[in-house]
């Protein structure tokens, strides 16, 4: 089993930047990983995804020139770098990951494990 622990969330002035953390534990794996967020009243959502390697990443369009997502796989840990933030961006974000390697899209089905969600919340 592999446990997901995100940590880097907190109260951010729009403009600002925040640097997300996804630390997984037990078995390792090669996996691609993710980011996904859920704002109160709205479904969850993808934010960016990342195989195993490292060399192939996905945003939502949302996000796209704002967020940068990373791995350092000798420390299992994934990365989600949030600049420019703004007040939309605020929710709960989980990191995710994937049996395989590879990614196969942005729906939550295609991931197996799932963190318990860190809070960003972004003021105006």
């Known amino acids: 089993q592999v446990q997901l622990v995100e940590s880097g969330g907190g109260l951010v002035q729009a403009g600002g930047s925040l640097r997300l953390s996804c630390a997984a534990s037990?078995?390792?794996?090669?996996?691609?990983r993710g980011w996904f967020r859920q704002a109160p009243g709205k479904e969850r959502e993808f934010v960016a995804g990342?195989?195993?390697?490292?060399?192939?990443?996905y945003y939502a369009d949302s996000v796209k020139g704002r967020f940068t997502i990373s791995r350092d796989n000798a420390k299992n840990t994934v990365y989600l770098q949030m600049n420019s933030l703004k007040p939309e961006d605020t929710a709960v974000y989980y990191c995710?990951?994937?049996?395989?390697?590879?990614?196969?899209?942005?729906?939550?089905?295609?991931?197996?494990?799932w963190g318990r969600g860190t809070q960003v919340t972004v003021s105006s």
């Open positions: 037990g078995r390792a794996f090669n996996n691609a």
């Open positions: 990342i195989n195993w390697s490292g060399d192939s990443t």
């Open positions: 995710a990951a994937r049996r395989l390697s590879g990614l196969a899209g942005s729906s939550a089905d295609l991931f197996d494990y």
